[in-house]
């Protein structure tokens, strides 16, 4: 009889919880629909391990951007600069490494001090982007469309508006260099080794992580998610790091790309969860006049958050030029658009505050998903446009109705 009326009790926090969380959930399982869905209409091409490259490949950058573009909307602006910032940073690279007309061919610099150099600059334009809309309060959506008019004319000027490669074959490892398999020796031929024992560590160190946070909250009192909704999450992370493991094992393994990406993920979940940074960032967001007679230095913060993302979006801007080996004229041309989507698609609010990067990362590979399967079943790029911007619109639809109805 006690059995019963826990299982029964258990029922009530379930539904309670998942709908206290609904835009959490709603998120992971639209990725899935959209996932199995276009397994479907591709005829099973979407997970095949080439495929599964082209589209970390192809969203890297996105994401890398997504990143920092949270940070700025947690914190109440938007930049409209990051796609033609990251073109920009691409033709310093290429001018750096390929072409410049001031010095000799001998004089090329190598790919480390080149790659230092720009994401030098891009931190220093972020930054000064930051200091005209702290210092003298003018509106981000401003400084930053004019920061995407002058970046685009600077690209444009630095290329002569042609192609600038190839680059130095270590540049493009960055993008297109793939982990080497150090178990190669002992591993079926085909089957890429060392790429499945990183998934199988991977996942046993965020289960554990999960386990001992889940310990943490417990014995303070705060574990709000029910057992059976953490028992469940955990298998389904465990299912889909291990078979995304496998379908890289069986292609060439894992990207260069893909562990810059990771590494990033892991250290602003750190930065945003975990360190009085993240958390005054939140509390901008959440009400700036507040914040600031807390003792928050608001105007330090803000220059740093966009500090952040001029670095992030110059080192997606390297992405970008070395996995098409050249820096071109139009390189980052709707990019700030795909960053900003992948931002409100995966749950950050319209009005600031509110914002995960799990979110973000999974609102960025809806789209991605979306692109990279629009295009196998050929549908054309003014129509992919429009169901893009319609997914958009739902997203924002479903923040703002949420957050009237709570």
């Known amino acids: 009889m006690s059995q019963i009326v826990t299982e029964a009790a258990a029922k009530p926090d379930i539904m309670r919880f998942v709908k206290a969380n609904i835009r959490d959930y709603a998120l992971l399982l ?50 409209l600069s990051v796609g033609f910032l990251s073109g920009f940073i691409g033709a310093i690279a290429g001018v750096l490494m390929v072409n410049n007309p001031f010095w000799p061919p001998e004089w090329r610099m190598g790919t480390v001090p ?19 809309v702290a210092k003298f309060r003018i509106p981000a959506f401003i400084v930053t469309l004019a920061g995407m008019l002058i970046y685009r ?17 270590s540049f493009q490892a960055i993008s297109n260099g793939y982990v080497p398999d150090y178990l190669a020796f002992m591993a079926p031929e085909g089957l890429h080794l060392f790429t499945l024992l990183v998934g199988v560590v991977v996942t046993a160190l965020i289960i554990l992580a999960n386990w001992r946070s889940r310990k943490l909250e417990e014995e303070h009192g705060m574990a709000e998610e029910p057992i059976q909704l953490f028992h469940a999450r955990n298998v ?40 009085t940074f993240g958390r005054r960032v939140y509390a901008i967001g959440g009400n700036e006049k507040a914040a600031k007679l807390s003792g928050i230095n608001t105007e330090k913060v803000t220059i740093a958050i966009f500090s952040i993302m001029g670095a992030l979006s110059a080192l997606a801007g390297l992405v ?47 789209m991605g998903v979306m692109n990279n399967g629009m295009g196998i079943m050929g549908i054309g790029i003014d129509w992919q446009q429009v169901i893009k911007g319609v997914v958009l619109m739902l ?7 949420y957050k009237n109805k709570g």
């Open 320 to 366: 970008y030029a070395a996995r098409l080996n050249s820096a071109q004229p139009k390189a980052g041309s709707g990019l700030e658009l795909d960053v900003i989507a992948a931002c409100f698609i995966g749950g950050a609010a319209v009005t600031g505050g509110v914002g995960k990067i799990t979110g973000v990362v999974i609102g960025a590979f809806i």
């Open 153 to 169: 004319g600077l690209m444009i000027a630095m290329l002569s508006g042609r192609n600038l490669g190839p680059f130095p074959d």
């Open 395 to 401: 997203a924002v639809f479903l923040d703002v109705y």
């Open 236 to 275: 389904i992370i465990a299912i889909a790091f291990l078979g995304f493991s496998w379908i890289m094992a069986n292609h060439r393994g894992l990207p260069n790309v893909l562990i810059t990406m990771f590494a990033l993920v892991a250290l602003f979940m750190f930065i945003t969860t975990r360190t």
């Open 30 to 79: 639209s990725l899935l629909a959209i996932m199995i869905f276009f397994q479907i209409t591709t005829n099973g091409i979407l997970f095949t391990p080439l495929n599964m490259t082209n589209i970390i490949l192809q969203n890297s950058y996105i994401v890398i951007m997504a990143l920092g573009m949270l940070l700025i909307i947690v914190a109440g602006h938007i930049d």
């Open 114 to 132: 080149a790659v230092l150099i720009c994401l030098s600059v891009g931190a220093a334009i972020g930054a000064l982007q930051g200091w005209f």
